[in-house]
């Protein structure tokens, strides 16, 4: 039985950050660190599904209605900012669901979104933060640096009540897109904090950055 939890449509982070005209030069990102605090999870792989243009997906447990109307549950805390000084980050965060059945990611570059289906901070789970790496008329993004981070790097989010919540990196991982876990949507498990973005090559034929970057993190002690 798929132990993951899934909205409707929330797998599609594989179409993660809106393409930029601006092209970043990058390799693809070196993997570091170990998922090993990952493992606590035990929770099974779930299936896979080749959907529309090859791309890997996990079945999702369909509900009725627009993903996009539902509220989000309402348990744990709200993250309103984001604090990250190894690659002078301080910005601001919004919730984001789904449109179209791709993850919401907000337009302006210097904002990072809360996927608000997922998990929150002081619960099980992983509480994912997306944000553009770049913009065709925008500049850098606000994770445009997120290839750069390291385990051992703090990374603070502040909530809408005032109080903080400390996370150190563990791991970076640069996955292909057609290949993003489906952990990062997991709502069991011990709690993490993910950062996505897109990297990688760039490729002017299709517009799009090859690889994302995922950027794991567990609270502190």
Same mark, same amino acid.
């Given at each position: 039985?798929?132990?993951?939890?899934?909205?409707?449509?929330?797998?599609?982070?594989?179409?993660?950050?809106?393409?930029?005209?601006?092209?970043?030069?990058?390799?693809?990102?070196?993997?570091?660190? &170990?998922?090993?605090?990952?493992?606590?999870?035990?929770? &099974? %792989?779930?299936?896979?599904?080749?959907?529309?243009?090859?791309?890997?997906?996990?079945?999702?447990?369909?509900?009725?209605?627009?993903?996009?109307?539902?509220?989000?549950?309402?348990?744990?805390?709200?993250?309103?900012?984001?604090?990250?000084? %190894?690659?002078?980050?301080?910005?601001?965060?919004?919730?984001?669901?789904?449109?179209?059945?791709?993850?919401?990611?907000? %337009?302006?570059?210097?904002?990072?979104?809360?996927?608000?289906?997922?998990?929150?901070?002081?619960?099980?789970?992983?509480?994912?933060?997306?944000?553009?790496?770049? &913009?065709?008329?925008?500049?850098?993004?606000? +994770?445009?640096?997120?290839?750069?981070?390291?385990?051992?790097?703090?990374?603070?989010?502040?909530?809408?009540?005032?109080?903080?919540?400390?996370?150190?990196? +563990?791991?970076?991982?640069?996955?292909?897109?057609?290949?993003?876990?489906?952990?990062? +949507?997991?709502?069991?498990?011990?709690?993490?904090?993910?950062?996505?973005?897109?990297?990688?090559? +760039?490729?002017?034929?299709?517009?799009?950055?090859?690889?994302?970057?995922?950027?794991?993190?567990?609270?502190?002690?």
């Amino acid at each position: 039985m798929n132990r993951f939890y899934w909205w409707a449509g929330g797998a599609s982070i594989l179409a993660l950050v809106t393409v930029p005209a601006w092209t970043l030069a990058s390799t693809p990102e070196n993997d570091v660190g &170990s998922l090993l605090p990952l493992r606590s999870a035990r929770a &099974s %792989a779930p299936d896979e599904a080749v959907v529309g243009g090859g791309l890997k997906l996990p079945k999702v447990a369909i509900r009725p209605g627009l993903l996009a109307d539902k509220a989000a549950p309402n348990r744990g805390r709200i993250p309103r900012r984001l604090r990250i000084d %190894a690659i002078g980050v301080y910005a601001p965060i919004v919730p984001v669901g789904v449109t179209h059945g791709t993850t919401q990611i907000p %337009a302006d570059v210097d904002t990072v979104g809360w996927y608000q289906f997922g998990g929150r901070p002081g619960k099980p789970g992983s509480t994912l933060l997306l944000a553009h790496v770049s &913009s065709g008329t925008q500049g850098p993004g606000v +994770f445009f640096l997120l290839r750069e981070l390291a385990p051992g790097d703090d990374v603070n989010v502040e909530m809408r009540d005032g109080s903080w919540a400390a996370y150190q990196v +563990f791991a970076r991982r640069s996955y292909a897109k057609e290949a993003v876990p489906a952990r990062l +949507f997991s709502r069991i498990g011990p709690e993490v904090l993910i950062l996505v973005t897109c990297g990688g090559r +760039f490729s002017e034929a299709s517009g799009r950055y090859q690889d994302n970057v995922v950027v794991y993190a567990v609270p502190r002690g």
